[in-house]
């Protein structure tokens, strides 16, 4: 699944991708350039963060599910051992 950006988002990626490299190059880079870096980090980058993020949210629905009986747990038979004895 490649990873897509809103319009307002790239636009907004693009000026700061020009900004780090004027305050961490000291030089400076066109629109355009900084346009194609994002388009270069979109498609080499991303999917490995994408597909990290995937797999954590699984891994905490996976726990959230694990603990779906210690949660939802009610205990069998607990008649006689709740104290509600008749007739003893």
């Known amino acids: 699944m490649a990873v897509e ?10 000026t700061s991708i ?4 004027t305050a961490h190059m000291d030089m400076r880079i066109g629109n355009m350039q ?5 388009d270069f ?16 949210a699984q891994a905490q629905m996976l726990a959230r ?5 210690i949660d939802c747990h009610e ?6 051992n709740g104290g509600r004895r008749r007739g003893t």
């Not at 900084?34 to 994002?38: D, G, M, N, P, R």
């Not at 205990?75 to 006689?80: C, G, L, P, Q, V």
């Open 41 to 56: 980090f979109l498609k080499e980058l991303a999917p490995s963060a994408y597909n990290q993020g995937v797999a954590d």
């Open 34 to 38: 900084a346009a194609e870096l994002l």
């Open 5 to 14: 950006l809103s319009k307002e988002t790239r636009a907004t990626a693009v």
């Open 18 to 21: 020009e900004r780090w490299f």
């Open 75 to 80: 205990s069998e038979f607990a008649y006689w």
């Open 65 to 69: 599910v694990n603990e779906l009986d």
